[in-house]
């Protein structure tokens, strides 16, 4: 129990870190979102993404996870990983509205 609250606190740091260098060393807030509607859990997403992701790689990937320097390791590199596919998705969703908008903007010409 010990080894996978260390896990998750790391990756809860790396996804924190995440954060800061995705938003320009800005810690973004919680908030309540009109459209569409709901909460927006701005840096606590990161942190739980980046946790759950660091327990999961300890508890599944890890043989020694008693070790703290691969403890250490396995948890910051599965926070990054976790960062990385949240990113890829997002670049995704962006490079739909730049091409839905180009579509529209050939139609409009």
Do not use: Q, W
């Not at 909460?39 to 990161?46: E, N, R, T």
């Not at 990385?84 to 998705?89: C, G, H, T």
């Amino acid at each position: 129990m010990n080894t996978l609250l260390i896990a998750g606190c790391i990756g809860g740091i790396t996804g924190i870190i995440s954060h800061l260098m995705r938003n320009g060393k800005v810690l973004i807030f919680p908030k309540k979102r009109t459209r569409p509607k709901g909460i927006y859990l701005g840096f606590l997403a990161d942190f739980f993404i980046g946790a759950a992701a660091s327990v999961f790689a300890v508890t599944y990937l890890t043989p020694d996870p008693e070790l703290l320097r691969s403890l250490i390791g396995i948890s910051i590199l599965a926070g990054m990983t976790a960062e990385n596919v949240l990113l890829k998705r997002e670049l995704n969703i962006e490079k739909a509205k730049v091409e839905g908008l180009d579509r529209i903007n050939k139609r409009l010409k």
